[in-house]
């Protein structure tokens, strides 16, 4: 219903010359679908309010709303001519427009509200068309979409997810915001959250993991009370990044979460000593960035010092958990085996404090343009590790772009976990084997045949000149036959 449009409006935006990737394509869509949502939001609830017999204030101010600006009327309903374009209307959404939307940060002091999130949406981006007439385009195919149904909602977070996806694949930075939605939904099966627990991911990015654990846990009998836990108090992010916290926001937003308790704020920043029982969840998915470097005075927030960013995530995660909580974790397949101290202390506080059950060891490609291998973490707080379950994921193909990894790919993952049984790709640890200085958890596969070891550079310098003797001999040879 909706694809011919975003494809008008792709082609719209490649004629600005103030856009330039698909990563400004997401966020320009991101804060007009965004506007474009409140409008509708505004007119249910007004109509909510009348039902009601109540009066109803409106968010926004009369002048601001979409349908005074953006997509003005004649009184037949047609298209005003009149309707700002060219610079006008550029000046007026850079110099009113966005001052406006960005100053209710200032006047609402709770995080939780649709007013603050307006203000940080709008204090955190900006209008990047250059071209008056190419934005009233852009303005003219968005106020044909409609979020008044949940058909018509399914159909647009679908197609946001994959902008959100093709920004992953555009190179740059946006593979950060984009994990594969098939091993994102593996995770959830296995973790199996129940309405009425708490979903948290602190480095939620495009907000995956929360849009997928909603879909996981929405049903068309649920009861009013089911529905209201499900939009109000289920599903809690935190994200540090301006562009990655608007893709959040507005992809929970499609997906049917009207009201987002993400926080565009740096997880970091908090001191894990700190945290008290109402700050835990029971549940937390979550890939965190890693390869990145941490000052020390974040570093003083956490009992283990590391410059590498996921571990901080990692000692983050752990304390965010109620006793008896669950977690899913993607990871560098290193951290299972790295020597340096804060590894091998992170992992023996892993084992200690969580029962790590089961680790998925994911091949490479898993992540398009990440040149890492990573596993993924299954454990619960509150005892420590006796056995740790292993399966070595194999969709027998190299996985790219072009042959991403899918359902399918899992479904055996999924199928085996609850039992764990060995088989040729899974196998279990007992802890009591590992050596106690190390905590060494490398995902080594006793199944696999051994490979043959590697030769020295001594020996492969050798047998190429002994293959070089060869050939001369052989056409010494040939020449003397001529």
Known sequence: ???STFNALDRVMRNDEGLAS???YAEQTSWLLFLKYLDDMEREWADEAALQGHDYEPVIDARFQWHAWAAPKTADGTPDPNARTGQDLIEFVNGKLFPYLESFRDDSADPDTIDYKIGEVFAEISNRFRSGYTLRDALELI????FGSSQAKHELSELYETRIKRMGNAGRNGGEYYTPRPLIRAMIR??????GETIYDGACGSAGFLCEAFEYLKRDNLSAKEWNTLQTSTFYGQEKKSLAYVLGLMNLILHGVDAPNIRHTNTLAENVRDYRQQDLHDI????PPFGGGERKEVQQNFPIKSGETAYLFLQHFIRKLKAGGRAAIVIKNTFLSNTDNASVELRRELLTTCKLHTVLDCPQGTFQGAGVKTVVLFFERGAPTRKVWYYQLDPGRSLGKTNPLNDADLAEFVELQPKKPTTPKSW???VADIDEATCDLSAKNPHAPEQAPMRSPEEIIADMLARDEETRRILEEVRELL
Request: proline share 4%.
């Open 190 to 195: 296995v973790v199996k959250p129940e309405i």
């Open 22 to 24: 698909e990563l400004d």
């Open 428 to 430: 279990t640890l007992d």
């Open 1 to 3: 219903m909706y694809e």
């Open 143 to 146: 106020d044909t979409l409609d």
């Open 284 to 287: 937390v998915l979550a890939n």
